[in-house]
């Protein structure tokens, strides 16, 4: 099983008490546009530089580009189709007033990169799913999922779900069936809220409306790479040392 299947039965048997509460009362809910975190990306972060990232809108096309190698943003060059920050499936799938940023970070160093997403969910809430499912839709397996502590000197550790990837495909040119590892980073911010935890998040939501009469949008944030199957663990370096210089820029001063 999955480390984090064993996550406290409060929260489940809270979720259980909240949804009854929620249907016996009917709620006037107040739905508030307070997110938890700034909706903009650096363009920098550290030694890391960032790239918009721009998806094709033509179904039949839907080829993605990184800021830098386009002269208009909102054209695509190879079909002439309308660019936006979503997938043509992203788009298709989530509610529209769900907003979704995108940025491609290239280390100056080591020239690896990092793909960074901030999702924020509309009026319907129902923006932020669980990672897990659309990630194995995408022909991806979860080979090991962990919580992660990224440290700061000036508050306590943030915990961030971090999954491994085997993503299975076949060479374009070959045909011969390639893996690439790669893994995947995510935590949920709401107001005053933190958690890597889907069903805490889901727990918190129902919490807050319940007994705050409030919905707040919630942010889902994650952070994507490239990993070696051989070097074990130490993708988890590079995922603490990039969200330690990102958090502090996209996490609202008031709320840290
Ligand atoms: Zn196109």
């Known amino acids: 099983m999955e480390k984090h299947d064993f996550q406290p039965y409060f929260v489940v048997i809270g979720l259980m008490a909240l949804t009854s509460l929620a249907l016996a009362m009917t709620v006037d809910v107040n739905l508030t546009d307070q997110a938890g975190i700034r909706v903009e990306l650096p363009d920098r972060v550290g030694g890391w530089i960032g790239a918009e990232v721009r998806y094709c809108q033509n179904p039949a096309c839907q080829r993605v580009f990184y800021a830098d190698q386009l002269t ?3 054209r695509c060059p190879v079909c002439g189709g309308k660019l936006d ?17 995108k940025k491609r970070y290239v280390s100056t160093n080591t020239m690896r990169s990092v793909v960074v997403s901030i999702v924020l969910s509309g009026k319907e809430r129902a923006s932020i799913h669980r990672p897990q499912i659309c990630l194995v839709g995408q022909g991806r397996e979860i080979v090991r ?17 971090v999954l491994d990837l085997l993503q299975h495909g076949r060479d374009p040119t070959s045909g011969k069936p390639v893996t690439t590892a790669g893994y995947y980073a995510y935590w949920f911010v709401g107001k005053g809220r933190e958690t890597p935890y889907h069903l805490e998040r889901m727990f918190w939501m129902g919490y807050d409306r319940v007994f705050h009469n ?23 370096a590079e995922i603490r040392g990039f969200i330690s210089k990102l958090y502090p820029r996209i996490v609202r001063p008031d709320e840290s």
């Open 72 to 74: 208009n943003m909102d």
């Open 214 to 236: 409030r919905a707040h949008r919630w942010a889902y944030i994650s952070v994507s790479g490239a990993r070696d199957e051989k070097q074990g663990e130490a993708h988890y």
């Open 85 to 101: 920050s979503m997938s043509y499936t992203e788009k298709s799938l989530l509610p529209a007033d769900t907003i979704i940023l």
């Open 145 to 161: 999922s962990k919580v992660v502590r990224v440290p700061f000197a000036e508050r306590k550790p943030l915990k961030v779900m």
